[in-house]
């Protein structure tokens, strides 16, 4: 948990800053059904990015990075979209979308387990095709899609709640049960830590990093449908667009370390909270829209400052005695075969 | 081990292979576009590609720094656009002379650079989020100076701009190109003759191993950086030379582009092993795959980004193949 601390102050400080600019920010009401509040929202807006950021945490567990998300998020919005304004099922057009995105990600994962490609270049090559990809599904237009079953999933209600949170809950339990009940988050972990002696020791680590970025592309699959459902549309161009910069952020500032051999999927959570949170703050504070990206540089600035050891050692000058000893910079060793 | 054997008993160092892999895969590209099209096997052809992407080639080589100490900055898209926001404007508003507005931009370059370096540095945070972070405040300056397109009509820029330095046979460069090729030059001496050379291969390699050497590896970072964002600055001034305008949304994923062609030039992101002469190859091949798509003519402009990616592809995997081949 002490790892979650900061991240967890950051988050709470932001959402007090907001308290002192709009008084009721906290309150949650109950309006014909459905919960409203400025918290609900927070957590809405915020699903297709807590969803993304999920993805690339397993990604960046093993050690790699998948830069074409935001890409995937496009195409599998456009997809779906097409398939609905060609008259098909929404069941089948969600189904066939999430296929491809997964299809997408397996490839990602071969290019990077089986072919060798340092993952930052082998995902950088969808994410230039795939933006190319996605207009061509769209045809460079914008297709707008009516069907209420559809809007359901990025702007509908269950139970009162919205139905991209209950997706989003969803998906944390069964990856949270699957990395932390099972053996699965151990074998990630250690296949981060070192791919090659995972492998001589038994772990099939080629088969988990071509599935940690077949889950990663899934999840921006689903990101895309929330987005392109809650407004109606596909937009090959702009869908998804800088979320993998968001998501590696969140990923960071959760305390998931970019070297790879350890996660934490609260952190991930707590992080995209952050940078959802972060966002609203820039409109309810009143922050002119030319220097939203300065006053997110600095946020983010600060946070990693908090965040590093040697920062907090140097202003805040700890007292003795509980100093935990200081993290070693671990070399990663390559064996060769 | 370390060597490709050629017939003749003649081998090849391995850390050379990338390089002439690159270069072979180059050179086959322009024979096959020279078949293909008319008028496309010309020594222009090449110059053109270096004077329309010197400035991107400056910035690489900031970049080939960086990743060679096993770094990223992604920063340097977000930088070039600022520094052609600040010339522009500083030149249109107050009338400032370009002799005071470019140094002034180098300046904030390097200056952003340093900072940049120095919290990765001393405080230990990952250079992918520094940068990150670095390319969030550049864009948002870019912003904050202005949100629409200035023009610059300084004479001294416009000449730039226009003048042809005319070298043999019908073939001429750009003075863009004159600066991109002394920066070229004073980077490779710098990175193979001089000390701060030796610590960055040296921290790229391995940063514990340099630090038990007594190598400054600290400083070495903080100067990496440096380095980039003042070549990022130049690299924006180059491109002002271009364009001949400011504008907050120039050079957009321009980070990308830079890496890639670090990357397709045989060094390796996780650092330590690469040349300065494979970024140049790089960058000659993003550049001539740009060629080959203008002479084809009729893509639109989705299928431009789906032929750069199978490009890119085709490229990487080719360069992975040969070089797995001669490790053997």
């Known amino acids: ?337 | 081990m370390s060597t490709l054997s050629l017939g003749g008993g003649r081998t090849i160092p391995a850390k050379y292979v990338p390089v002439m892999v690159t270069a072979c895969l180059f050179a086959a590209m322009f024979l096959a576009g020279g078949v293909r099209y008319e008028g496309f096997a010309t020594g222009q052809i090449v110059l053109n590609v270096f004077i329309d992407n010197a400035f991107l080639l400056i910035v690489a080589v900031g970049m080939t720094f960086v990743i060679l100490t096993g770094g990223i900055d992604l920063s340097v898209g977000s930088v070039v656009a600022l520094s052609t926001m600040i010339a522009a404007s500083l030149m249109s508003g107050p009338g400032w002379p370009p002799y005071v507005v470019v140094p002034l931009v180098l300046l904030v370059g390097s200056g952003l650079g340093l900072v940049m370096g120095y919290l990765i540095h001393a405080f230990d945070i990952q250079p992918f989020i520094v940068t990150l972070a670095g390319m969030f405040l550049a864009r948002g300056l870019c912003y904050t100076i202005g949100t629409e397109s200035i023009p610059i009509t300084d004479p001294t820029f416009t000449v730039f701009a226009q003048t042809r330095l005319d070298l043999f046979a019908d073939l001429w460069i750009s003075p863009s190109v004159v600066i991109a090729a002394v920066v070229v030059v004073v980077a490779a001496y710098v990175l193979h003759y001089t000390r701060l050379g030796r610590a960055v291969y040296a921290t790229g390699g391995s940063e514990q191993s340099a630090l038990l050497m007594g190598l400054p590896v600290g400083r070495t970072k903080v100067a990496v950086y440096t380095i980039s964002g003042f070549c990022s600055a130049l690299g924006g001034v180059v491109l002002s030379f271009y364009m001949l305008s400011g504008y907050g949304l120039h050079a957009v994923g321009m980070e990308l582009d830079a890496i890639a062609a670090v990357v397709i030039g045989g060094t390796l992101l996780t650092g330590g092993t690469g040349f300065l002469l494979g970024t140049v190859l790089g960058v000659l091949v993003l550049g001539l795959i740009q060629t080959i798509l203008s002479f084809e003519g009729t893509l639109s402009s989705w299928w431009t980004k789906i032929v750069i990616g199978l490009l890119l592809f085709a490229f990487i995997l080719l360069q992975r193949l040969f070089s797995a081949r001669s490790r053997l």
């Open chain 1, 1 to 337: 948990m002490r790892r979650l601390l900061w991240p967890i102050l950051i988050l709470a400080a932001l959402l007090l800053v907001n308290v002192i600019f709009t008084p009721g920010f906290f309150s949650i009401q109950l309006r014909e059904g459905h919960l409203y509040g400025s918290l609900i929202d927070i957590l809405r807006f915020g699903a297709p990015l807590i969803l993304v950021s999920l993805g690339m945490t397993l990604v960046i567990a093993t050690g790699g990075i998948d830069l074409s998300v935001g890409s995937v998020v496009a195409i599998g919005a456009a997809l779906a979209c097409l398939q609905i304004s060609q008259d098909q099922g929404v069941l089948v057009a969600v189904a066939l979308s999430l296929g491809l995105c997964l299809l997408l990600g397996a490839w990602n994962g071969f290019l990077i387990a089986a072919v060798g490609i340092q993952p930052i270049i082998a995902t950088l090559i969808l994410m230039v095709t795939g933006r190319g990809l996605a207009q061509l599904i769209t045809d460079g237009q914008i297709i707008t899609v009516n069907e209420p079953a559809y809007k359901l999933i990025g702007g509908g209600y269950l139970l009162t709640v919205p139905f991209g949170i209950l997706i989003v809950l969803v998906v944390l339990a069964v990856t949270a049960f699957l990395t932390r009940r099972l053996a699965l988050g151990v074998l990630i972990e250690s296949v981060g830590g070192n791919a090659e002696a995972s492998r001589l020791a038994g772990i099939r680590a080629r088969g988990i990093i071509v599935m940690v970025y077949a889950f990663a592309a899934l999840c921006a699959g689903v990101a895309g449908l929330m987005i392109s459902s809650n407004v109606s549309s596909a937009d090959g161009n702009n869908a998804g667009l800088w979320i993998e910069l968001d998501a590696i952020l969140a990923v960071v500032i959760g305390g998931t370390s970019l070297a790879g051999g350890r996660f934490s999927l609260g952190g991930t959570v707590i992080g995209a909270l952050i940078i959802q949170t972060l966002t609203t703050t820039i409109y309810s504070v009143g922050v002119p829209p030319e220097t939203t990206l300065l006053f997110k540089a600095l946020v983010v600035t600060a946070v990693c400052l908090i965040q590093s050891q040697a920062f907090r050692d140097k202003v805040f000058r700890r007292r003795g005695g509980t100093a935990p000893p200081q993290p070693v910079n671990e070399e990663k060793v390559r064996v060769s075969t």
